[in-house]
């Protein structure tokens, strides 16, 4: 079965960097789109990042647009979330997705991990 785990969260200060991985198994990884969300708390859950199949084709969202960088390795089944800059309003649950088809409404993707914690210390 298709697993998505992440992992590489924590607690930062702002102005700080992590770098979120996601593993894929159970897929053919260098077809898929891949997406990061996440879901601030009391907040819906909301687009990060996606990325096409050879990340050729890239889109953020607006509030996290020359902060976060997505890219992946599909060599090794990983998707990466590296994000510079971090904010107190970056706090959330940080969740990769996967997809043949994708996009930013996180009801295109059909494949979850299990999420990861990224808290941001003013």
């Known amino acids: 079965q298709v697993q998505l785990v992440e992992s590489g969260g924590g607690l930062v200060q702002v102005g700080g960097s992590l770098r979120l991985s996601c593993s894929a198994s159970?897929?053919?990884?260098?077809?898929?789109?891949m997406g990061w969300f996440r879901q601030p708390p009391g907040k819906d859950r909301e687009f990060v990042a996606t990325?096409?199949?050879?990340?050729?084709?890239?889109y953020y969202a607006d509030s996290v647009k020359g902060r976060f960088t997505i890219s992946r390795d599909n060599a090794k089944n990983t998707v990466y979330l590296q994000m510079n800059g971090l904010k107190a309003e970056d706090t959330a649950v940080y969740y990769c997705?996967?997809?043949?088809?994708?996009?930013?409404?996180?009801?295109?993707?059909?494949?979850w991990g299990q999420g990861t914690q990224v808290t941001v210390s003013s």
């Open positions: 990325t096409n199949w050879s990340g050729g084709r890239i």
């Open positions: 997705a996967a997809d043949r088809s994708g996009g930013r409404a996180w009801t295109g993707y059909g494949y």
């Open positions: 159970g897929l053919i990884f260098s077809v898929y789109v």
